[in-house]
């Protein structure tokens, strides 16, 4: 699994980042049938989730970042993305992605920190 950020350090507050994940080992009728989430962990915090996305594009977001981060897929690539606008400083941790597969298999990125900070 790759976990990148479009850009490395830190955020000032309201700035936007996006954030990938690819999933190059997987073949495309997994993918395709996979739930797509993004999870995070703030510092001495538990890791929540952040963003889904199901096999039909349907998308579910924590109410913390409703509005302000848009997560979407690419099968063909296989890969998914977290689009985050608005960043707040309490966005701050690190961000994992993870694919669940239609047999119940987990597929975890190795995370990336994202830190926001005027």
């Known amino acids: 699994v790759q976990l990148q950020a479009s850009r490395r350090g830190l955020v000032q507050p309201g700035g936007s980042l996006r954030l990938s994940c690819k999933f190059p080992?997987?073949?495309?009728?997994?993918?395709?049938?996979?739930?797509l989430s993004w999870y995070r962990q703030g510092s001495g915090e538990q890791r929540e989730l952040v963003a889904t996305v199901d096999p039909n594009r349907n998308s579910n977001y924590a109410e913390s970042v409703q509005g302000r981060f848009t997560i979407s897929r690419d099968n063909a690539k296989r890969s998914m993305y977290l689009h985050m606008n608005g960043l707040k400083p309490e966005d701050t941790g690190v961000y994992y992605c993870k694919a669940l597969t239609y047999g119940a298999q987990e597929y975890w990125g190795q995370g990336t920190l994202v830190t926001v900070s005027s």
């Open positions: 080992r997987m073949i495309l009728s997994t993918i395709s049938g996979s739930t």
